[in-house]
């Protein structure tokens, strides 16, 4: 087996993101890899051709991004203790080009992520980040999914 140098944990800060984060946490310490964490901010949908009275869509940009920032150094300061090397990004784009072009950056040995598991109309329309990341990255991929139990009853 390769050896893991470098993780690239992408975060979409959901539940699905914490607990695909267990995973990356426990291979970064059981490799002693360095940890390198990813948030994409998505390009806001272009309005500017359409009237929409008082809004800036440079200040809406600009709002979103500073959000992220805030969420990626929360999640920082709940989870990054015990790795001292880590280093963390938030970037504007669209996601899963963000997610290659970082881990290729970074010369990722591994890229670590959650994914929602959209099945039917809602793939079809948001599309799986996950997804197109798996299919086109040139390191592996895990994914993360939690299973959910359904009450017995």
Not at 57 to 73: I, P, R, S
Not at 75 to 87: D, E, H, L, S, Y
Not at 109 to 118: A, E, F, P, Q
Request: hydrophobic letters at 45%.
């Amino acid at each position: 087996m390769k050896n893991i140098t470098t993780i690239l944990f992408a975060t979409d800060f959901s539940e699905v993101s914490e607990y695909a984060f267990e995973y990356a946490a426990t291979l970064a310490t059981t490799y002693n890899a360095r940890l390198v964490m990813l948030h994409v901010v998505p390009h806001q949908m272009d309005l500017r051709n359409f009237y929409v009275p008082h809004i800036s869509f440079e200040e809406l940009d600009q709002q979103v991004e500073l959000g992220a920032k805030k969420k990626m150094t929360d999640f920082c300061a709940k989870w990054m203790g015990q790795f001292p090397t880590a280093t963390a990004y938030v970037v504007i784009g669209t996601p899963y080009e963000e997610i290659l072009k970082k881990a290729a950056e970074e010369a990722a040995s591994l890229i670590v992520m959650g994914t929602h598991g959209r099945q039917g109309l809602d793939h079809f329309l948001l599309g799986s980040t996950a997804e197109r990341v798996v299919k086109t990255a040139s390191c592996p991929v895990l994914t993360a999914h939690p299973v959910f139990k359904l009450p017995q009853g």
